[in-house]
């Protein structure tokens, strides 16, 4: 038998902890049929969002993780041979326009730009998908409901949604939660005490104050739950936090020191040992 404590278990609704009225916004949305852009910071809690309100809606939720060779036939779909010869196989927006639910484009500023058009008839009162390659239009059921996000801090001259498309979301602007809220997240997502959820926490809002001038991007509250994850398996703060949050943060090893005396800081040398 292991002699670590198990992990809990993640259960069909993901849990969330709402900071505002974004689950009221987003339940409206869906029923008057419009669709929801969410911008937020890397690890805020946008996914986690969505799939939450998903299960709160008791919607099947399609995802795509959205790249730069992202092409519009990747969600559309393509034709693919076998034996038999050639036959089509719908992507994940067709499939889930077909079945009805959310589908959720997340980062969708990494794809290609020729991407984000098909997305228009979509998002307007059409709500329609065509399928050129079959000669197919779709009419999206009342159900479906586009959700595409990004972090407006990677937007730059070359990547960043054309106003063209900003205009047709609804938009839901995320941050990092209010720090009781923070430590009640990392304490229920696993396990940690309060008093050192609450330390994490600190030590996550130190970072984000200098992120501008030592780290390129600020440490989201997923990474404080992986740092309590592994205390909570036993590990130090100090492996914890340098493992969990600060390697992923800088490869710099004069940084990295410099972070590492903050650490110890707030958790004591005996701790962070």
């Not at 960043?160 to 938009?171: E, M, V």
């Not at 997502?189 to 926490?201: N, S, Y």
Request: proline share 5%.
């Amino acid at each position: 038998m292991s002699a670590f404590p198990e992990k809990k278990s993640r259960t069909a609704d993901p849990w969330y902890l709402p900071t505002g009225q974004e689950e009221q916004l987003f339940e409206t949305a869906w029923r008057v049929q419009r669709p929801i852009l969410l911008k937020g910071p890397t690890g805020c809690g946008k996914t986690r969002f969505v799939e939450h309100m998903a299960a709160r809606l008791q919607l099947p939720q399609v995802t795509v993780a959205c790249h730069d060779d992202l092409s519009a036939a990747d969600l559309v779909g393509r034709h693919l041979i076998n034996k038999e010869g050639t036959y089509w196989v719908d992507g994940p927006l067709t499939q889930a326009v077909r079945q009805g639910g959310i589908c959720y484009l997340d980062e969708v500023i990494e794809a290609r730009k020729d991407t984000t058009v098909i997305l228009h008839a979509l998002t307007d009162d059409r709500r329609t998908l065509f399928i050129d390659r079959i000669g197919e239009t779709l009419v999206a059921p009342a159900a479906f409901m586009l959700v595409i996000s990004y972090n407006p801090g990677y937007q730059h001259a070359l990547k960043g949604l054309k106003p063209s498309t900003r205009q047709r979301f609804i938009a839901l602007s995320f941050n990092f939660p209010p720090p009781e809220k923070e430590a009640e997240i990392i304490h229920v997502e696993t396990g940690l005490d309060l008093q050192r959820a609450g330390r994490l926490v600190q030590l996550g809002q130190a970072l984000r104050r200098n992120a501008q001038q030592d780290i390129e991007e600020p440490p989201g509250t997923r990474l404080l739950v992986a740092a309590a994850d592994l205390m909570q398996q036993g590990c130090s703060a100090s492996l914890a936090c340098r493992s969990a949050i600060l390697e992923s943060l800088s490869d710099d090893s004069e940084t990295l020191g410099a972070l590492m005396t903050v650490v110890a800081a707030l958790f004591g040398h005996a701790e962070s040992a």
